[in-house]
């Protein structure tokens, strides 16, 4: 990627002539425009009904498959959509995003998200090279790849400093974030608190989300059902980054007759004597509970360490244990259903990723917090009633799909899903609502 070059003065006065003399062609061929549009969507709603019109009704999908048909009829329905979104992705100097490519670890752990949504919008047939034509601006900061040497965690102290650096570069040398104070600007923060940038609720609370921040649009992975300073913002809920390639290499050399041996499975982080941080207990003794309540029960396949063939013990697994750590959401939630393993999720109050794409209740099991005690009755009873029709709905390729992120983006995959809800909130978008504010003033 080529360092974004300082523009001269002409080019300043350039872009502002162009500005202007675009905004008194909109107003001129506004109507010109507006009943193009109409006669293109009449012929495709006669086209579209006319399929369907002409369709075989007993080619329809078995009651087992309806949610399925949903999700096709979902992506279906935003093609044209996507068709006419655009978006420009500002070419930032290394400093903010490739240069830490230098570690490895930058483009494969599970913050990696805003590498990944980076590369693939590069690539897109939606990406404008037009700032001008654009309806939203992506901002490629890398903020989670500043690893300790003490823990080899993401520490993300700086976070708020290169991302204020950045806005100051884009707002001194375009004129398009001024234009709406960043209201169509574009940012991933995939850290446990989203862009409140801290990995503890109260500390991640008492900083809140930057100010220069607040007016734009969050890519990021927290999310809870009720009101919350860290998502107090415009934002889109995504899944943390789980590498296609190897979920790929993991399900080819899975068993090959599919047997799953593991009932239950966690792997990971449970303290057994957990420790009082600032007033809080990590995963709020919901993992602590579980290794106490079921490290001996035999049905339950539970370690405290890691190890590197994790991710086959999963596609090994009937059940996957996703509790809370710090925060509500992990990277377990991805990786179960990607391989195949019904994702159990104990924590209570979270939002799940591309909810109007991924069926999450026919998919997944939730099991309240203070219901954990009774983890190992509540999956026997799933396991006798309706856990094959979990697993059929689990399966769908098109639901691993949505929660994957491909270098290029591929149709109904984790990038095109964030297209999607980006087409959805095109009234923040300058052009749109330019035209809005035209067809006010001629009322």
């Not at 003065?9 to 107003?27: E, G, P, T």
């Not at 090994?316 to 991805?334: D, E, I, K, N, T």
């Amino acid at each position: 990627m080529t360092e974004q070059k300082t523009p001269s003065k002409n080019r300043v006065f350039y872009v502002r002539m162009k500005l202007i003399h675009k905004l008194q062609l909109d107003k001129t061929n506004f109507f010109h425009t507006y009943y193009k549009c109409l006669l293109c969507f009449s012929l495709s709603l006669y086209f579209f009904t006319s399929y369907f019109i002409s369709s075989n009704p007993n080619n329809a999908p078995t009651p087992t498959h309806v949610s399925q048909s949903n999700v096709v009829e979902s992506t279906t329905n935003t093609l044209g959509v996507l068709k006419n979104l655009k978006v420009f992705v500002y070419e930032l100097p290394p400093k903010y995003n490739t240069d830490w490519l230098a570690n490895e670890r930058c483009s494969s752990h599970l913050f990696a998200s805003e590498v990944a949504i980076h590369r693939a919008l590069l690539t897109t047939d939606a990406r404008t090279f037009d700032p001008f034509e654009a309806d939203f601006f992506f901002v490629p900061v890398y903020v989670s790849c500043n690893f300790t040497t003490v823990n080899a965690f993401p520490a993300i102290g700086h976070a708020r400093s290169l991302i204020s650096s950045a806005v100051n570069l884009v707002s001194t040398d375009y004129p398009f974030w001024n234009r709406t104070r960043g209201s169509d600007h574009v940012f991933v923060a995939s850290h446990d608190f989203g862009a409140c940038f801290h990995t503890l609720e109260d500390k991640a609370i008492a900083d809140g989300i930057p100010r220069i921040l607040k007016n734009s649009i969050l890519l990021q992975t927290f999310g809870v059902v009720h009101r919350h300073p860290c998502q107090d913002v415009e934002n889109v809920m995504i899944p943390p980054y789980v590498s296609p390639e190897t979920v790929r290499t993991t399900l080819e050399t899975a068993p090959a007759d599919g047997r799953r041996d593991i009932w239950a499975f966690f792997r990971g982080k449970m303290e057994v004597h957990p420790k009082n941080i600032s007033g809080r207990f990590y995963s709020k003794r919901v993992r602590t509970e579980i290794w106490r309540k079921f490290s001996s029960d035999r049905r339950f396949y539970l370690r405290r360490h890691r190890f590197g063939g994790y991710l086959s013990e999963i596609a090994r697994s009937v059940f996957c244990l996703c509790p809370l750590g710090w925060a509500p959401w992990s990277p377990r939630l991805v990786e179960s259903v990607a391989l195949g393993c019904v994702p159990v999720v104990i924590a209570d109050e979270i939002r799940l990723p591309f909810s109007s794409a991924v069926r999450w209740s026919e998919i997944s099991v939730t099991v309240a917090e203070r219901d954990v005690g009774r983890l190992g009755k509540i999956l026997e009873r799933v396991a006798g009633t309706n856990l094959s029709v979990i697993q059929r709905n689990l399966w769908d390729p098109r639901t691993r799909r949505a929660l994957l992120y491909y270098n290029r983006v591929q149709e109904g995959d984790a990038t095109w899903q964030v297209l999607v809800s980006l087409s959805e909130k095109l009234g923040r978008s300058y052009p749109r609502s330019l035209v809005t504010d035209q067809l006010e003033s001629d009322t």
